[in-house]
């Protein structure tokens, strides 16, 4: 039924013309080129219905037109009365303008007899009914129709029609006054701000059926006197002004005043004030006239009305001609893609009919504004008294709406075509098909205005902000040059102090500390029958005297295990199903010189029968010779738990684990820290990232030329590198293979050749790999013997030169900024685990709270790799029942996840490192280090730290 309706609707027209006709409507309502919607006015055209044979009764068309079938019944024929004919013709080019299922596909106003005739009755313009209609249903996802001077001018004529003439004349106040009350309803923000300010004063009426009025009292006096002006007054007093401004004083906007022939500029009137006499004018006359008026300005009533369609239809065609105004920005603008389509239905005879009047207002005034944005269609019997320029058919309308070009050249008169009926068929011959014409087709949008606006908004904010975050550091003073570290909170590790024992003496007292808890476990296994095995550690030979403490590790290597050998014990005692763990402790000699004859002593002692050997732990530097002597304990399938020993290349074997990061991680973190971070200071307190690298590396150190290497691969770009191997070591090295590697043969060639980079380019980190006791000695050198003295020197190195530095080795050098990577957080730090605090106190309660290697992070490493041999030997002997190495070895191979002392010890199966190991880069100032940036798991839940950077806005870099 759905379809039938709409196929008979389009067969509205029949005979000569009805097609193009058709199609010229839907191409002036939907043009093809959107300038047209504001350049090419068009005129009405008035669609006449002629008589015919066969006319009947004019009722049968009315109700066909209003829900009856258009195409059949009685009058419904091709030769149905003039009336019926126009009333289907005007429904059926509404329905072209109307969705299947019902809604506008373009704004549009239908007005048919009856709405007119309700205008006449009640002596109204028929604009207001128009404008009415045009806002209401607008067309899904176009937004709002805004009709900003409508809306006004129809509150100044509803004032104008309440007006009688016996009522004294409003004033320009008084007029703007009920105009703003009438705004304040549509508008929230007036109406709240009016209501703040006091709301609307109680009527004379009010008061005398309310009673007196309660007094408000001098606090309410005194609020109402500061917020009406600032609520109610000042807000009515700009809104006028505004209007003033908009229709009187503008050129582009003010047509009030040229069709008022009033003087645009601030020297013009008010604008209610005009207004006002145009109200009175128009009550004066309709209360002399007869009140029926022709409408053709032949009574003082008619003129009174044509002049209130001349304001609203002025206002009207000026806000619809804005609306289309060009513009690609504006959401709303460009869904203005369409004309605003006007439909009339003319009453048959009578010069006074609304409809009439509003089409012989409409032309001037088109004229007037140029004003492109309106379709004007009327219908109506050919009998009907409207006045225009007659086609002879009704093609001849459809080529002027089709040739509109711009604004008219003569007078915008309606153009008057005839609805010629058809001819009745003969008898037996076969009806001839209409012309069927589809709805328009205006352009289509998937959301609304305000959806399009805020995706805009959003785009726009992120495309701003891409663009400020790579405009905002290359302007002048707009990136951050705050030098990183040293400027918030003060260092978190103080000055460690140099112990006044001699180092052997301190070694010895950890060594004997471990004699102490060996014969404890004896003493458990003889008489509680308890389960014990033994872990071997492999240590250098300790230093020398007090100086050779800064870089020697011996000491608290031993101290950690002592500590942890007492905490895992004190465990088995309380715990049957824990290993009590005994400590064998061997000499490697200095510099792990006899590494491999010590293992080769592990492997023979290993291969006895009951030996109680399960693992070893140690190995705290990456030489050839301690990975010679994992090796050996690989092959002899003996776990090996590493302490400090950081290099890639330590991992020569299935069964050796290390509780130290890798170089690749620290490289990977170091390179990154260099790009990112301000370390570089250019002498003026502000500082930026390094955009070169200087590498100084032993080539005949396994740990040293590793984490060079690895470090220049990281950071790219801009590298050089500077191999050195004091003592002349370097003889047996490969030369290098490319001309940004070159070979030292002394401390001051690398210092001359440091310094050549850093004047060739200000802003070069160096930094190094070597050894500290060498570094000791470059400063010494760069600072007083190369002719970059006083020049600052930004230095980036491992955790080789963290003893020395927290010992105070590179103080009184106001010209160096150091930053150097530690394993462990300073004792105290808030993101430090329960585990790690509590180390901390323990270790500060035997070897006191500002011990040398508090800080330095040897002594907890050693703690883990005890912790970690520990938990896969507790493991076994769970699971199995008995502790042999190859069960502690299969345990390892499964994986082990446990809090430690220097961060969580995550690691998965078959994994010989711990993911995402903690590392820590110190800033080393005259009071202390301070951490400037830390990463890692160093906790398991709360621990993990994820980015770092003055503001966390740097990623750190995580293990894949």
């Known amino acids: ?166 009522a004294a004349p409003l004033t320009g106040e008084q007029l703007r006054d009920r105009c703003y009350e009438g705004r304040r309803q549509r508008g929230p923000v007036l109406r709240a701000l009016w209501r703040l300010g006091g709301g609307d004063p109680p009527t004379a009426q009010g008061a005398a059926q309310g009673g007196a009025a309660q007094s408000p009292g001098w606090i309410g006096l005194a609020l109402g006197a500061v917020a009406r002006p600032l609520l109610q007054v000042f807000p009515r007093w700009w809104w006028a002004r505004r209007r003033t401004r908009r229709l009187l004083w503008s050129d582009t906007t003010g047509w009030f005043a040229d069709w008022r022939e009033i003087g645009h500029g601030r020297r013009a009137e008010e604008f209610f004030g005009s207004a006002a006499q145009l109200v009175e004018s128009a009550a004066l006359q309709d209360g002399t006239g007869d009140g029926t008026g022709d409408g053709t300005g032949g009574g003082t009533g008619g003129e009174a009305r044509d002049e209130l369609e001349q304001l609203l239809l002025r206002a009207l065609l000026a806000d619809l001609k804005a609306a289309v105004r060009p513009g690609r920005i504006s959401p709303w603008r460009r869904r203005r893609a369409t004309r605003f389509t006007v439909l009339l239905e003319l009453a048959d005879g009578g010069s006074g009919d609304p409809a009439a009047r509003f089409l012989r207002e409409y032309g001037p005034a088109a004229e007037e504004l140029a004003c492109a944005a309106v379709v004007v269609v009327a219908t109506g019997p050919a009998g009907t008294a409207a006045p225009g320029e007659r086609c002879a058919r009704l093609s001849d309308a459809a080529s002027a709406l089709d040739h509109a070009a711009g604004a008219p050249e003569g007078d915008l008169e309606p153009l008057l075509a005839p609805l010629v009926p058809v001819a009745p068929l003969p008898p037996g011959a076969r009806p001839r098909s209409a012309p069927r014409s589809g709805p328009v087709s205006p352009p289509d949008f998937r959301m609304g205005p305000v959806t399009e606006v805020v995706l805009e908004g959003v785009a726009l904010v992120a495309v701003l902000g891409v663009l400020a975050s790579w405009l905002i550091p290359k302007m002048p003073g707009g990136e951050d040059e705050t030098c990183l570290g040293g400027v918030a909170g003060g260092p978190l590790s103080g000055r460690a102090e140099l112990s006044a024992a001699p180092p052997r003496q301190q070694y010895e007292a950890a060594a004997l500390m471990i004699e102490k808890e060996n014969e404890r476990v004896a003493d458990a296994v003889r008489r509680r029958g308890a389960e014990a095995r033994t872990v071997v550690h492999i240590g250098a030979e300790v230093a020398r005297d007090q100086e050779g403490q800064r870089y020697n590790g011996a000491v608290p290597e031993l101290r950690g295990i002592a500590l942890a050998q007492r905490a895992l014990n004190e465990e088995a005692r309380n715990d049957s199903r824990k290993v009590w763990l005994r400590v064998r402790m061997l000499n490697a000699g200095e510099g792990f010189k006899d590494a491999e004859s010590r293992a080769g002593q592990v492997v023979e002692e290993a291969g006895r029968k009951d030996s109680g050997i399960i693992g070893v732990v140690g190995f ?177 190195g491992g955790n080789e030169l963290t003893t020395a530095a927290l010992s105070g080795e590179y103080e009184d050098r106001p010209w160096l900024r150091l930053y150097h990577a530690a394993h462990v957080l300073p004792a105290g730090h808030p993101r430090g685990s329960d585990i790690t605090k509590e180390f901390n106190a323990q270790y500060a309660a035997v070897f006191g709270a500002k011990d040398l290697w508090r800080n330095d992070g040897r002594a907890a490493l050693a703690h883990d790799a005890m912790q970690l041999m520990a938990a896969a030997a507790n493991e076994a002997f769970a699971s199995t029942g008995g502790v042999e190495r190859s069960n502690v070895q299969i345990s390892l191979d499964n994986g082990i996840n446990k809090e430690g002392a220097s961060g969580y010890l995550d690691f998965g199966r078959g994994a010989k490192t711990s993911r995402d190991k903690p590392l820590v880069i110190l800033h080393h100032t005259a009071k202390g280090s301070e951490p400037v940036l830390f990463c890692g798991a160093f906790a398991q839940n709360t621990g993990r730290i994820e980015r770092w950077g003055p503001k966390d806005e740097f990623a750190c870099p995580k293990d894949g």
Not at 738 to 743: E, G, M, Q
Request: charged letters at 30%; aromatic letters at 6%; one cysteine or more.
């Open 1 to 166: 039924m759905a379809g039938r309706g709409r196929a008979a609707g389009a067969r509205f027209l029949e005979g000569d013309g009805a097609e193009d006709f058709m199609g010229a409507f839907k191409r002036a309502v939907a043009p093809e080129d959107r300038r047209a919607l504001s350049r090419d006015v068009l005129p009405p055209v008035v669609l006449l219905a002629e008589g015919g044979e066969g006319d009947g009764d004019p009722g049968a068309g009315q109700g066909a037109g209003q829900g009856g079938d258009p195409s059949g019944g009685p009058g419904g024929g091709p030769g149905g009365d003039p009336g019926g004919r126009a009333h289907r013709a005007m429904r059926g080019l509404e329905r072209c303008l109307r969705r299947e299922r019902g809604g506008k596909l373009v704004p549009y106003a239908a007005l048919g007899a009856a709405e007119a005739a309700r205008a006449a009755r009640g002596g109204r313009p028929l604009t207001l009914a128009v404008g009415q209609r045009l806002g209401e249903d607008v067309p899904p996802r176009t937004g709002r129709l805004r009709l900003r001077d409508f809306q006004l001018m129809r509150d100044v004529v509803e004032c104008a029609l309440e007006q009688g003439p016996e």
């Open 620 to 796: 705290s530097q990456s030489l050839k010779q301690t990975q010679a002597a994992i090796r050996e304990l690989g092959r002899a399938k003996i776990p090996v738990v590493g302490t400090t020993a950081t290099a890639d290349a330590m991992d020569v074997s299935r069964y050796y684990r290390r509780v130290a990061p890798t170089n690749s991680r620290e490289a990977r973190i170091e390179a990154d820290f260099a790009h990112r971070g301000n370390i570089m200071d250019s002498g003026s307190g502000r500082c930026a990232p390094a955009e070169a690298a200087v590498v100084v590396q032993d080539p005949q150190d396994l740990y040293s030329n590793e984490i060079g290497d690895r470090f220049a691969a990281q950071f790219g770009g801009d590298w050089s590198k500077l191999e050195y191997a004091p003592g002349g070591r370097s003889g047996g090295a490969p030369e290098p293979g490319s001309d940004r590697v070159s070979r030292k043969d002394s401390i001051e060639d690398v210092a001359d050749a440091v310094c050549e980079r850093i004047k060739e380019r200000p802003r070069t980190v160096l930094y190094w790999a070597s050894r500290a006791r060498e570094f000791t000695a470059f400063l010494d050198v760069f600072g007083d013997d190369t002719s970059c003295e006083g020049r600052k020197l930004t230095v980036l």
